[in-house]
């Protein structure tokens, strides 16, 4: 049985959270957890004929001393952007505009998330 740390069951409950709010506003997750040997995408949804969207999402327990989206500087961006193009290059899409958001999930101590979405945090 796999042992799992702290930090990746808060990143689970994290991802559960930000594919809950996604699916509320209209999106399809398409993939969670899309893993290239250039890196990994936390959620691909879409919403049909508008918006393919590859969400990094970042979730933190307590009081952090800074805020999760610092945590994607510009080299989790590249790889983001990698991964992305290896996901476009595997999975054409033809309709769709593309963006890279990024989520913030603050979970309090009864587990209960505040949620910040940045939209459109860097592009291609």
């Known amino acids: 049985m796999e042992k799992r740390s702290l930090s990746n069951i808060v990143?689970?409950?994290g991802e559960?959270?930000?594919?809950?709010?996604?699916?509320?506003?209209?999106?399809?997750?398409?993939q969670q957890n899309y893993r290239t040997p250039l890196g990994e995408i936390d959620l691909i949804v879409e919403k049909r004929g508008r918006w393919l969207?590859?969400?990094?999402?970042?979730?933190?327990?307590?009081?952090p001393l800074a805020r999760p989206c610092e945590a994607v500087d510009a080299r989790k961006?590249?790889?983001?952007?990698?991964?992305?193009?290896?996901?476009?290059?595997?999975?054409?899409?033809?309709?769709?505009?593309?963006?890279?958001?990024?989520?913030?999930?603050w979970l309090d101590e009864k587990g209960h998330p505040t949620i910040s979405c940045i939209e459109n945090a860097f592009w291609l």
């Open 11 to 13: 990143g689970a409950k």
């Open 16 to 30: 559960e959270i930000a594919a809950k709010w996604y699916k509320k506003k209209g999106f399809r997750v398409l």
């Open 53 to 63: 969207v590859f969400v990094e999402v970042k979730t933190r327990t307590g009081t």
């Open 77 to 105: 961006q590249r790889k983001l952007i990698a991964a992305a193009q290896q996901y476009l290059c595997d999975i054409p899409q033809t309709e769709e505009n593309i963006r890279f958001d990024v989520m913030e999930i």
